[in-house]
């Protein structure tokens, strides 16, 4: 587990911004998302524009959205998961997060065999 240089995790913050972005609770979301961007130096695939992506989704910008998910192309490979989460949330633009990010019709993740 790695500690940002305060002691923190910021994993963890994501995580919990992310459960409160799937009950309606936005703003905490934001505050959490935001505390879980890297220093550029430990951005390791493509995390920072993940991050950056999600916030753009919750805040209802589509063009930073689609701004993002072209950054982490220039990162990741074509079967990036992260990518695929980032390309459901532009299919279901305008839908709550939890129907974006757990939706089948919203679902681009890659399919990974067990």
């Known amino acids: 587990m790695q500690f940002s240089e305060d002691g923190e995790i910021p994993l963890l913050y ?21 505390k879980s961007i890297k220093p550029e130096e ?26 993002e998910r072209a950054n982490l192309v220039a990162k ?6 992260n990518l695929g989460v980032v390309d459901g949330l ?4 305008g839908r709550s997060y ?5 939706a089948p019709e919203c679902n681009r993740r890659p399919q990974r065999s067990p």
């Open 14 to 34: 994501w995580h919990e911004g992310q459960i409160r972005a799937m009950h309606g609770q936005p703003q905490e979301a934001l505050d959490l998302f935001n």
């Open 90 to 93: 532009i299919v279901c633009f």
């Open 98 to 102: 939890a129907d974006a990010y757990g």
């Open 42 to 67: 430990q951005s390791i695939g493509g995390w920072n524009e993940y991050v950056r992506a999600t916030i753009a989704f919750v805040e209802g910008n589509r063009s930073a959205l689609e701004a």
């Open 76 to 81: 990741v490979p074509a079967d990036n998961l």
